[in-house]
C-alpha cells in the first residue's frame, strides 16, 4: 500500500512538472528543485519542499537520485546492460 501511494506522489509530481512548469513528464518537481537550486525561485521551492518532508535529510536531493536511478535500470534493461555514455560518473554512486 505504501509503494502504492508513493507511486501516486510521484506521478501527480511528474504531472504537475510537466503540465504547469513546462518540465519534463519524467522528473519529479523536487527533483527540478535540486537541479535548479542555485536560480532564486527554484531555491525557494527547494527549500520549501525540503522543509514538507522534514524527516527526509534532502528530500530534493533524493528524489533527483531517484529519478537518475531509475532512468539509468530503464536505460540497462533496453541496453543489454551497456550505458552508453562518454561521461565516467555515469552509474557510479
Given at each position: 500500500m505504501r509503494d502504492w501511494i508513493g507511486g501516486i506522489a510521484t506521478?501527480?509530481?511528474?504531472g504537475i512538472n510537466c503540465a504547469l512548469l513546462s518540465g519534463c513528464p519524467d522528473m519529479t518537481v523536487s527533483a527540478r528543485c535540486y537541479i535548479n537550486r542555485d536560480r532564486p525561485r527554484?531555491?525557494?521551492?527547494?527549500?520549501?519542499i525540503n522543509r514538507v518532508f522534514f524527516w527526509q535529510k534532502d528530500h530534493c536531493k533524493s528524489s533527483f537520485r531517484s529519478d537518475v536511478v531509475y532512468a539509468l535500470s530503464v536505460l540497462t534493461e533496453h541496453n543489454g546492460d551497456k550505458i552508453m555514455t562518454d561521461?565516467?560518473?555515469?552509474?557510479?554512486?
Open positions: 506521478w501527480l509530481s511528474q527554484w531555491r525557494t521551492g527547494y527549500r520549501i561521461n565516467p560518473n555515469v552509474g557510479q554512486s
